[in-house]
């Protein structure tokens, strides 16, 4: 049980760096000129279209100089930001998975975890590629294929979590897999809210 509270405890250390460098992004880019202002209200009045508006913002902040005013770079930017969280979380869940003491169900729990999450990160990288290709001729194809495979991302991670409901997990186990889950699932819902209103902006 101390091998697994010390692993534990790495990898919440570990997530909360992750989740700290995004919120922490906020800071560097506090100037006053009137082209950061433009184009951090509009990103700011874009997240709040998605049901956690302050992690959507947090979280693109960074990106706002690229972004500037273009729904379609918001939403590109939001998927992007959304593949790498998922990837780290997929990468967090695996090393906990390989800890020491863990019960037979826990573990497999976890590597169905990693399994569902392989198959999120194929459905928005498909995303990705497919919004690169976003024209006016096949705007409401493409589009739809997008919404498609965003909202089946979304569904994995939470096939993830529901795994672990089912059952006798380890108190701290459960928790620490909800916690990281919940972050990409919010973060994915996110750009699932962007990519909607993309949409509805079109017609």
Not at 61 to 78: D, P, R, V, W
Not at 123 to 151: C, P
Request: glycine share 2%.
């Amino acid at each position: 049980m101390e091998a697994i509270s010390s692993k534990i405890l790495l990898i919440i250390f570990a997530f909360g760096l992750i989740i700290h460098s995004i919120q922490a992004n906020e800071r560097p880019y506090q100037q006053s000129n009137k082209l950061f202002i433009r184009n951090t209200l509009f990103l700011r009045n874009s997240c709040r279209s998605t049901t956690y508006p302050r992690l959507c913002y947090v979280s693109l902040l960074k990106h706002a100089h690229f972004i500037q005013t273009n729904h379609m770079l918001l939403t590109g930017a939001s998927l992007n930001v959304t593949l790498a969280a998922v990837k780290s979380t997929s990468a967090l869940i695996s090393t906990l998975a390989k800890s020491h003491g863990l019960k037979p169900r826990e573990v497999a729990a976890m590597k169905d975890c990693v399994e569902v999450l392989s198959d999120s990160l194929d459905e928005l990288r498909r995303s990705i590629n497919e919004m690169s290709h976003l024209r006016a001729s096949n705007f409401e194809l493409t589009i739809s294929d997008v919404q498609t495979w965003v909202s089946a991302a979304l569904t994995d991670q939470t096939t993830c979590t529901d795994g672990f409901q089912e059952i006798n997990a380890t108190g701290n186990i459960k928790t620490m897999v909800r916690r990281i889950i919940v972050q990409v699932a919010q973060m994915t819902s996110n750009s699932l809210a962007l990519i909607n209103k993309l949409a509805t902006s079109h017609y």
